[in-house]
């Protein structure tokens, strides 16, 4: 056995002298067959390697999101996307969790793929391949909205599209989005970790490009802004405690305006304590009409207008129903010069169960 041995380091020393990063196989493997089996073992893109009796196997509990990024697929969300898009394909199971912790820092992604990235995991979208939904996985990540490109004025998932739909869907079917909780990470002298967080692109290159927040390596910049929606109020009469609104363009219900949507009238001057926020108690017409105090005046112009009537649009939200994220502050969009706040996403607050 010595003397075997002897000659296999020999047979080392005489290959590494020649200037030959390779030695021959048949007297090392016998020693390291382990690491010849995984040297020729067959990957599956996304899936992690788990031994199983002495031999690498393909687990299929995760599919890391990481390994789709790159070539066409230009942002963290269209990796999140092409990694659902394999479910129910060879190799590849029904459901798995997505696990996209890699992505960290600030990540811009385009309005085309953050609205439907999580589509190809259920069963609803996935067509024969016949997904069966699991759990997205984020880290320590700023993840931006980017703004829908003109003439698109708002996000399109797909089903019943229009103008509020959220720039985030979770669609039925599909568990939910677990993130890290600010703090969570002890971070950097006084500041803690940022955790997982959601917000919005508000003008080309801000919050994250040139002059701003730099984007992470590979991630693209902001280049549009978040959709506002608004509707000019030319006139607002008060009858016992419902405030009708006279706007332009007029309410259009299902179109333009929801029923029992958030709405926040802005910038009223003549009227001043009609400036706040109300929630949508008509169902059609051309008016828009709330609930306030019977003390509340009337704002009635003599030229020009009273206010600006803005309503939102959330970041995030379920399938089917559009006010399933409660309406943070952070959620609006208030011309002309939103302060946008970051949205945090932990198991709390946008983990759904089917």
């Given amino acids: 056995m010595l003397h075997f041995v002897a000659r296999l380091r020999s047979q080392v020393r005489l290959s590494l002298s020649l200037g030959k990063a390779v030695v021959q196989p048949a007297l090392l493997c016998p020693l390291i067959g382990i690491l010849c089996s995984l040297s020729s073992a067959q990957y599956t893109t996304g899936l992690p390697t788990v031994g199983n009796a002495g031999s690498p196997k393909d687990s299929q509990t995760s599919i890391d999101a990481k390994q ?53 995991c259920v069963s609803q979208y996935s067509g024969t391949r016949n997904a069966t939904g699991g759990k997205l996985l984020l880290g320590e990540v700023n993840l931006y909205a980017d703004g829908p490109i003109p003439p698109a004025t708002n996000y399109t998932y ?36 940022p955790g997982t967080f959601l917000s919005v692109c508000t003008a080309p290159n801000t919050p994250v490009g040139t002059g701003h927040l730099t984007p992470a390596p590979g991630s693209p910049s902001c280049t549009t802004a978040f959709p506002v929606r608004s509707l000019t109020v030319q006139s607002a009469t008060v009858s016992g405690n419902t405030m009708t609104m006279t706007v332009s363009p007029a309410a259009n219900f299902g179109v333009n305006i929801y029923p029992g949507e958030l709405v926040m009238m802005q910038g009223n001057t003549l009227a001043p304590t009609e400036n706040g926020t109300y929630k949508v108690q008509n169902t059609s017409g051309s008016t828009v009409q709330v609930t306030v105090p019977s003390t509340t005046p009337s704002c009635t112009p003599p030229s020009g207008t009273c206010a600006t009537l803005y309503l939102g649009t959330n970041l995030g939200d379920k399938s089917g129903d559009r006010r399933n994220v409660p309406q943070f502050p952070e959620n609006w969009a208030a011309a002309p010069a939103p302060t946008q706040h970051p949205f945090p996403i932990s198991a709390q607050r946008l983990a759904y169960s089917p």
């Fill in 68 to 120: 789709f990024f790159g070539g066409t697929v230009t942002d963290m969300c269209g990796a999140v996307a092409a990694a659902c898009a394999t479910l129910g394909t060879t190799n590849y199971p029904l459901g798995a969790t997505i696990d996209a912790r890699g992505f960290t820092g600030n990540q811009v992604c385009a309005a085309a793929n953050i609205t439907t990235m999580l589509n190809g």
């Fill in 158 to 193: 797909g089903t019943g599209s229009g103008p509020g739909t959220p720039a985030l869907v979770i669609p039925a079917g599909f568990w939910g989005i677990e993130g890290v909780s600010r703090g969570a990470d002890p971070g950097s002298g006084t500041n803690s970790g």
